[in-house]
């Protein structure tokens, strides 16, 4: 049977495996009852470790025997002791196992330990299988199904907005006790969080972390605090840093598996947010060493993305890519949803990598938040494919993106996708919509919090909507300043963004020797922090002013006037420029309108001579057109 050249068996160190992983289980039911009880003999006889030859004496019968289940236990915690959660959380399940009727009380309370240490260890079939095994007994104590279900709860992942019966089941057993309830209002609140119900997850924050307080539990409360805070400055309230302050000072372990949803973990966000870009990276790497000691995996996860966007923000493309990378397949690995770490895969690759890449990550993420009712990952994911979209010069498809975003209607105030409206005022502008983009820029405007950068991102998208619209030296002084501000928050990617838009706005008013000036700077700033799609947009426009002095097909236009000129001097009517262009005959008129105040002409004859018989050149100088 051992055929060692088909891959059937293979050695490791002492060690037999078989690799088809039923075919053990096959060979043991062939030997029969006899054959296998003489085996585990010899081998418990044999086995120089006795938590091996407890194990062993164990699995010579499949009777209930009180001392082999005491024995199993006693081995169970030595193995827990030096860090083999596996093995203690198997062992602790045997000892369920083979638990006598006498010792009822004793086996539930070794299958809500098997489950809880097999949830920590990273080993969720064995969690499922102990705790599902507490649920089906009639007789098990309420106190011991809410731990159950707890841990059936943390195996949901981001699905967990879905487990509405087991929340209701968690709450009918844990009755009035805080002890057992405070843990189960901290996963509704993580639940509201994901279905994108803020109101309903501060409530069950405020409950948990008062519940958890009064039944002496710091753990739990620090960690409802933290998601507190989190809802607090997702809805704009300034009550957030007094809250996670509050969890800071709680005497609360950092327990690896549970990192990510403590407090420094979230004030190390919070710190990126803010542009406190080095104590943010700071924190994380030291959080990162206590992450790679986290079995489940999610934790790890979760630093490794934080970094990746710490550092896309920093400017360092190539440490960006590889954070996010890692983060992809660790949380692979672990069999975690994506959705979350294709976002921070797409933000990385818009820095760094490729556009199609960014779009591609971005369009999964949008798929997996979907499928699992994640709406917070959903509207980032959104977003990130909404700019892959635009920055790839598909402007209509990256406008009927972020249009979805908005109408989803539960971003709010999320700070790691609050310039989406900025976003979508460019796109907008780009189309000729300009009333729209006017209305998303006042959106814009009235989320904005006077503690970050959001200010000077204002700033940059109010340029590239008042270039579109032909106001080129207001869009000059505005993304001026906003390169200004990136430059001494030293963040060289928005820097070089917000000099790109400068460049073009200088274009537009034919001041060539500035725009080449600004694009240049931008370019070299792109080129240093290794941002691959970002240089390649700034050579091309770059490509566009050198060696111009005053091009005649160049007449101040912006790239949507240009398109409809052109249309109307080759004898379309407003409503055909509609219907081609996918605009709206008002949009259209209102358009004309400019057009005709811009060159001085009052009928389309006039146009048609103004413009010449040559096709119009198009300078696309909005960042969310590349090549029109």
Same mark, same amino acid.
């Given at each position: ?54 194990? *062993? ?30 093995? =203690? ?16 009380? +004793? ?10 240490? /097999? ?24 106190? *011991?199904?809410?731990? =159950? ?34 843990? @189960? ?69 950092? @327990? ?29 790497? =030291? ?44 949380? +692979? *690995?672990?069999?975690? $949803? !994506? ?22 990550? =971005? ?5 997996? %938040?979907?499928?699992?009712?994640? %709406? ?16 790839? #010069?598909?402007?209509? /498809? ?58 000077? *991102? ?15 030296? %207001? ?15 030293? +963040? ?27 694009? #240049? ?19 091309? /426009? ?13 007449? #101040? ?43 001085? &002409? ?5 146009? %048609? ?5 040559? !096709?119009?050149?198009?300078? !696309?100088? $909005?960042?969310?057109? &590349?090549?029109?």
């Amino acid at each position: 049977m051992a055929r060692r050249g088909a891959g059937i068996v293979a050695r490791d160190g002492e060690a037999v495996r078989f690799t088809p992983p039923a075919l053990a289980a096959v060979l043991a039911e062939d030997a029969g009852a006899a054959r296998r009880a003489g085996v585990h003999d010899v081998l418990a006889n044999t086995a120089l470790d006795e938590t091996v030859a407890v194990r *062993h004496r164990a699995l010579r019968s499949g009777r209930p025997d009180a001392d082999v289940a005491r024995d199993l236990v006693e081995a169970a915690g030595r193995a827990l002791r030096r860090g083999a959660g596996r093995t =203690a959380a198997e062992l602790y399940l045997l000892a369920a196992d083979r638990c006598p009727r006498s010792l009822a009380a +004793q086996r539930f309370a070794w299958l809500v330990t098997a489950a809880g240490t /097999a949830a920590t260890a990273g080993v969720p079939a064995i969690a499922g299988r102990a705790a599902e095994a507490v649920l089906a007994a009639a007789d098990a104590p309420p106190a *011991h199904r809410v731990r =159950a279900r707890l841990v059936l709860l943390d195996l949901a992942g981001q699905a967990l907005a879905d487990m509405g019966e087991m929340f209701a089941g968690a709450l009918a057993d844990a009755g009035e006790d805080p002890a057992l309830l405070a843990p @189960v209002r901290l996963r509704l609140t993580w639940a509201a969080m994901i279905a994108g119900d803020a109101g309903t997850a501060a409530v069950c924050a405020a409950d948990a972390a008062a519940g958890a307080r009064t039944a002496g539990d710091p753990a739990t409360e620090a960690m409802a605090l933290s998601a507190l805070a989190q809802v607090q400055r997702l809805r704009g309230e300034p009550e957030w840093a007094g809250t996670l302050r509050r969890a800071l000072s709680l005497p609360a372990p950092q @327990v690896p598996g549970w990192l990510h949803l403590s407090p420094r973990y979230l004030a190390a966000r919070f710190a990126m947010v803010d542009d406190r870009l080095d104590e943010a990276r700071a924190e994380l790497l =030291a959080l990162l060493a206590v992450a790679g000691r986290d079995r489940t995996g999610e934790a790890l996860v979760e630093v490794l993305r934080s970094l990746s966007e710490v550092a896309t923000r920093a400017g360092r493309c190539r440490e960006a890519l590889r954070y996010a990378h890692r983060a992809v397949t660790a949380a +692979q *690995h672990a069999g975690l $949803s !994506p959705g979350p770490t294709w976002y921070t895969a797409a933000v990385a690759e818009l820095a760094g990598g490729s556009l199609a890449a960014a779009s591609g990550y =971005a369009a999964r993420g949008v798929r997996a %938040s979907e499928q699992e009712g994640d %709406s917070l990952y959903l509207c980032r994911n959104l977003h990130a494919l909404g700019q892959a979209q635009l920055r790839a #010069g598909d402007t209509r /498809a990256g406008v009927a993106t972020l249009r979805r975003l908005r109408d989803l209607g539960t971003v709010a105030a999320d700070p790691m996708i609050v310039r989406w409206q900025g976003d979508l005022a460019g796109g907008l502008a780009a189309l000729g919509e300009h009333e729209e983009a006017a209305a998303a820029l006042d959106g814009y405007r009235g989320s904005l919090t006077a503690a970050s950068s959001e200010g000077a *991102h204002l700033d940059r998208a109010t340029a590239v909507v008042l270039s579109e619209q032909g106001r080129a030296d %207001s869009a000059v002084a505005l993304s001026a300043a906003a390169a200004r501000y990136f430059a001494g928050v030293r +963040q060289p990617l928005e820097e070089a963004h917000a000099l790109l838009v400068q460049g073009g706005a200088e274009r537009r008013r034919r001041r060539y020797a500035a725009a080449r000036l600004a694009l #240049g700077a931008a370019l070299t700033l792109f080129l240093a922090a290794d941002a691959k799609p970002w240089a390649e947009q700034a050579q091309r /426009a770059l490509a566009r002013t050198e060696g111009t002095a005053a091009p005649p097909s160049d007449l #101040g236009l912006t790239s949507t006037e240009a398109r409809i000129a052109g249309l109307v001097r080759d004898g379309a009517s407003n409503r055909e420029i509609a219907t081609r262009l996918f605009l709206s005959v008002k949009t259209v008129e209102a358009t004309l309108t400019r057009v005709y105040r811009k060159l001085g &002409v009052r009928s389309c004859t006039q146009l %048609s001579q103004r413009l010449g018989a040559a !096709p119009t050149r198009v300078f !696309p100088d $909005s960042v969310t057109v &590349v090549d029109a």
